[in-house]
């Protein structure tokens, strides 16, 4: 035989004594219980006498809630009655189907009213409105959806529009109107 194998034979049975010898030690020395693996009853568990010290605890993790004081309900700002150099609260109004063209649009009225120093009270938008082109074929009696148009509505309120200053205002307006939006001004009653 070899003498690399004869030591390496040498060395395994060395090796398998030596573990039969730790096995023959751990069965003979009594090992240490856990207390709820032990023989004691249910009853006389010890960890139920330690202390948690919060564990398991989680309302200190929630924001305290601060009282809040009822406000209020709104009031409604009064309207500018009309004058003879001026008009009254004014709702300029401004609706298309492309919701970006009516946003810059109604943007381009709002600072063209701070260059011209009119006081706008409000610039608001009005709830989408979706309606559904529908398409009934010639030889048949069920509708299919041919389209669906979104309109949007966004207003601008302007209180005391000067007399002299309103038809230049909506001569402006109405040149730089872009195509597919529709613009009304209607005094606010």
Not at 21 to 50: F, V
Not at 108 to 118: A, D, E, G, K, Q
């Amino acid at each position: 035989m070899n003498p690399v194998f004869r030591k390496m034979q040498v060395s395994l049975t060395q090796q398998a004594s030596v573990l039969n010898k730790a096995l023959t030690l751990c069965r003979t020395i009594p090992s240490i219980q856990h207390p709820a693996w032990g023989t004691a009853s249910a009853n006389e568990r010890q960890y139920r006498d330690m202390p948690t010290h919060g564990i398991g605890s989680w309302r200190h993790l929630l924001r305290r809630r601060v009282q809040r004081k009822k406000k209020d309900k709104h009031q409604m700002k009064p309207l500018v009655a009309a004058t003879d150099i001026a008009y009254g609260t004014l709702n300029v109004k401004v609706s298309g189907y492309d919701m970006t063209v009516v946003e810059r649009y109604t943007q381009y009225i709002h600072h063209l009213c701070n260059r011209l120093s009119i006081r706008v009270a409000l610039c608001y938008a009005l709830p989408t409105v979706t309606t559904e082109v529908m398409l009934m074929p010639e030889q048949g009696t069920k509708l299919y959806t041919d389209a669906v148009l979104k309109t949007h509505e966004r207003v601008v309120q302007l209180k005391s529009l000067n007399t002299t200053l309103c038809p230049v205002f909506m001569d402006v307006l109405l040149k730089n109107q872009p195509e597919g939006v529709q613009l009304s001004v209607k005094e606010v009653s």
